[in-house]
């Protein structure tokens, strides 16, 4: 995945029933072809899943250099994961899609981007949104 020239999917996109895994994959991939461009993996949003699942950002690595797709990772990650159940995984799913800027300086680099990418659109108060925003997918 080339992240200089392509947007990795959206943190909306479902893998294994979880919001973000596919985007922080695309990443992960793109951080093991040297491709990431502007991009960061393990980002906080990515911290958040990584903790979730209970693996590392290493671990996650290994399982897309080693995978041919999603569902081959998927089913890898599956066997180190954390056993969760479908109520905590919707609860995740919950818990991330709200997830906003949570001190001065969050809000502050917040109030930024929503100025640069969504300057008329004070609905926004998720991360989520904003990165749909910056990537041109924001309805």
Request: glycine residues 8%.
């Given at each position: 995945?080339?992240?200089?020239?392509?947007?990795?999917?959206?943190?909306?996109?479902?893998?294994?029933?979880?919001?973000?895994?596919?985007?922080?994959?695309?990443?992960?991939?793109?951080?093991?072809?040297?491709?990431?461009?502007?991009?960061m993996?393990d980002?906080?949003?990515?911290?958040?899943?990584?903790?979730?699942?209970?693996?590392?950002?290493?671990?996650?690595?290994?399982?897309?250099?080693?995978?041919?797709?999603?569902?081959?990772?998927?089913?890898?990650?599956?066997?180190?994961?954390?056993?969760?159940?479908?109520?905590?995984?919707?609860?995740?799913?919950?818990?991330i899609?709200?997830?906003?800027?949570?001190?001065?300086?969050?809000?502050?680099?917040?109030?930024?981007?929503?100025?640069?990418?969504?300057?008329?659109?004070?609905?926004?108060?998720?991360?989520?949104?904003?990165?749909?925003?910056?990537?041109?997918?924001?309805?």
């Amino acid at each position: 995945m080339d992240l200089t020239k392509n947007f990795p999917r959206s943190p909306y996109e479902k893998v294994g029933g979880y919001m973000m895994l596919g985007r922080t994959i695309d990443k992960a991939h793109a951080t093991l072809q040297g491709l990431l461009g502007e991009y960061m993996y393990d980002c906080p949003l990515d911290k958040v899943l990584f903790g979730f699942l209970g693996v590392s950002a290493n671990q996650l690595l290994e399982l897309a250099e080693n995978s041919e797709n999603d569902e081959d990772l998927v089913g890898s990650l599956k066997n180190i994961q954390v056993e969760r159940n479908t109520e905590e995984i919707e609860q995740f799913n919950d818990q991330i899609l709200k997830s906003g800027p949570n001190d001065d300086n969050s809000q502050a680099y917040f109030a930024q981007l929503r100025q640069k990418h969504a300057p008329d659109r004070s609905d926004i108060s998720s991360w989520f949104d904003i990165i749909e925003a910056e990537e041109g997918r924001l309805k």
